[in-house]
């Protein structure tokens, strides 16, 4: 069994995991059109689907992932990160 995320009780969950996430992808862990699924992220981080939902809201908005309508969301290519 995975090791409990610990998160630090001064900052909003949602933005760790964005934190964590956007790390892993700028790491090259997830590549591009890798798919970021918010089920995944609940079960890994053990937090609700909603806080899931604002993670994955921040990495659109920095233009790290972008979601296709009945698909999903997936890792952008890395021209449309934000710095």
Avoid: N
């Amino acid at each position: 069994m995975a090791e409990e995320w610990q998160f630090d009780p001064t900052s909003p969950k949602s933005a760790q995991i964005a934190a964590e996430l956007e790390k892993r992808i700028r790491a090259g862990e997830y590549p591009p059109k890798h798919p970021i699924y918010e089920v995944r992220l609940v079960q890994e981080f053990g937090v609700a689907r909603e806080t899931a939902r604002k993670a994955t809201v921040i990495l659109r908005e920095r233009g790290l992932i972008f979601t296709v309508r009945g698909m999903g969301s997936f890792v952008s290519e890395p021209s449309a990160w934000a710095d």
